[in-house]
């Protein structure tokens, strides 16, 4: 199966935290994976415990000239992931592949213009083998949605904690997925308190993944920098069954699109 998920949500919710062990998850399910990090807090490496990460896309200064061949020249024809990989990012443990865009220039345009341009032409090009997936940790809020970088996406996880603000966050992605080119949305409840969450997301029809308790040893792995998965713990026991359900979810969209085609 190829998985293409975008992670998004308020800031702090715990969007890194789902990626970043979902990724060493599905690595050990022997996929290939390439995480991207398009946070500009460029927390994803310690989240996949990956101590040196690679240098921002932003800082490649061929990417300008790439980018012009990204939109329908050779440059960005059919890219594997292995190269890209090697090109502008690392390889971490459980062989997860890292990229990272890079911090938004807030004296200049204010937009990661070129290292945007270079993702949207990289996600719609990059060749998938049978067995791979891409997730991609986004920028907090919504804001940036409008950059296309989600297009063609499989699936949008917006990671919900209980708080009114959280919610409405996931109600205006919900609100916006069609403008930006995702079909189907989905949620995870972080840092537990479901229950009231559950039916609001109900209510949205946004299907719930699951649920992540409040654990404190998430807090103790990101005080010393260690992957979560490498800390165990509940959460990480939380975010194994929602891979389950994940993979679910994603073929029967799979399925969904084939007939669709039909
Ligand atoms: N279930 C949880 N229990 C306890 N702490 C958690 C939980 N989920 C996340 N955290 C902690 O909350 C903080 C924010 O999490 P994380 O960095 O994953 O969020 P984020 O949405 O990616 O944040 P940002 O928007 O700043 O990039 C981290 O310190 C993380 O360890």
Known sequence: MRIKIAITGKGGV??????????????????EVLAIDADPDMNLASSLGIENPPKPLADFK????ERAGAEGGAFIYNPKVDDIAGKYGVIGPDGVRMLVMGTVDKGGSGCMCPASAFLRA?????????????IL????????LGRGTTRGMDLMIVVVEPGARSLETAE??????SEIGVKHIAAV???????KVNDRLEELGIPVLGEIPFDQQLMQADLEKRA???EGGEAVNAIIKIKEKLMETVEEI?????????
């Open 189 to 195: 409840i972080n840092k537990g308190g479901a229950g």
């Open 14 to 31: 715990g969007k890194t935290t789902l990626s970043g062990t979902l990724a060493r998850l599905l690595a050990r399910d022997g996929y």
């Open 137 to 144: 940790d986004m920028e907090a809020g919504i804001e940036h």
């Open 172 to 177: 205006r992605i919900k609100k916006l997925s």
């Open 254 to 262: 799979r399925k969904e699109n084939e007939q669709s085609k039909k």
């Open 122 to 134: 990289l996600l719609r090009h990059l060749m998938l083998k049978e067995k791979s997936a891409v």
């Open 62 to 65: 061929d990417l300008i000239q």
């Open 228 to 230: 979560p998965i490498d």
